[in-house]
């Protein structure tokens, strides 16, 4: 993107954020889950089961505001498109990015803060994940819980919900406005602008909804591994396929770029 000026626009602008994103969000699980596969050694620290855990939660806060952003700058390029150079400026995607991070970031610690006052419990100490994720890490702690936990997901449930509404609505305007495109060309070129950022919504809300909104007390252990595998593996090994291999824009750049 940085090589290419015909990649210097808001959307790409936003791809960069997501691919820093995703390297921490893999590289803060999958290496400590392949050490385990490899060696055996399947035992954490408190110190660095409590820092995956906010990582992950404040990473994958990121994740979903900064695809409520794409969202929205995918609204102003389709629905605004002779007013979209000055109302997606460099400025205001400053913003929706710094914006994303310092919420996710800030949003986590809060509910981590709430552990402090709580003791952990005697006798053992397992995680029944592979990855020290928000209902495993309460259930280290005794005491009265019922903060944290109704805040964790109070805070998971605002997060996840509120910008899936917001991608819900943008694209409802963008369906409004792609079918009163009299040629059939047109729709879809519109449409194929969206079918990268769609797909991946799709899949990762969806899992997230499942996983940590829906009611899942009477939802097997290992049915609920298997959708986090989804959002946490399956989704960012195919997001660069998605947004990458599959994009016309970034397969020209880089021919530009081996070309040189």
Known sequence: VASSQTLH???YFFLCH?????????????PRLLQSFLEGREAISLVSCLVQFYMFASLAAVECLLLSA??????????????????MSTWLCGC??????????????????????????????????YFCDFAPVVGLFCG??????????SISGFLTLVPFLLIVASYAFI????????????????????????????VYYGTLIVVYVAPTDHMAPMLRKAFSVLYTVFTPMVNPIIYSLKNQ????????????
């Open 249 to 260: 824009e970034v397969k020209g750049a880089l021919h530009r770029f081996w070309g040189q």
């Open 70 to 87: 794409m969202s929205y700058d995918r609204y102003l390029a389709i629905c605004h498109p002779l007013r979209y150079p000055a109302l």
């Open 9 to 11: 626009t808001p959307m």
């Open 96 to 129: 929706l990015a710094a914006g994303a991070w310092v919420s996710g970031f800030s949003f986590s610690a809060f509910t981590l803060a709430l552990a402090a006052p709580l003791t952990l419990c005697p006798g053992s100490r397992e995680i029944d994940h």
């Open 175 to 202: 369906l409004r406005t792609v079918l009163q495109i009299p040629s059939g060309h047109g729709r879809q070129k519109a449409f194929s602008t969206c079918s990268s950022h769609l797909s991946v919504v799709g």
């Open 144 to 153: 009265d819980v019922r903060i944290m936990w109704g805040a964790g997901v």
């Open 18 to 30: 997501f691919s820093f994103l995703e390297i921490g969000y893999t590289s803060n699980i999958m």
